[in-house]
């Protein structure tokens, strides 16, 4: 599962990057709690939140049905 989640993240990551963030996968949970840590302009952005949730975790969620839930670390 961490390399489908991480070949998702690679899809997601030049948009992100073009904002000046990024996304670092931290870790994935066995319960399917993926962690991941927005970085640059992503990690102070106030819609931070909104990125994660109907951003990534959503289209991880379309990628990787395995993916319950993501979280921000």
């Known amino acids: 599962m961490f390399e489908k989640v991480e070949e ?3 899809f997601i990551r030049p948009n992100l990057q073009a904002d000046g963030g990024d996304v670092e996968l931290v870790g994935i ?3 399917g709690t ?3 840590r927005l ?3 992503c990690g102070c952005c106030p819609g ?3 990125t994660l949730k109907a951003g990534i ?3 991880l969620k379309e990628k990787v049905p395995e993916v319950k839930e993501v979280v921000g670390v």
């Open 8 to 10: 998702v993240l690679n």
């Open 29 to 31: 949970e066995e319960d």
């Open 34 to 36: 993926v962690k991941v």
């Open 39 to 41: 970085k640059g302009a």
């Open 48 to 50: 931070a939140q909104m």
């Open 57 to 59: 975790e959503r289209i």
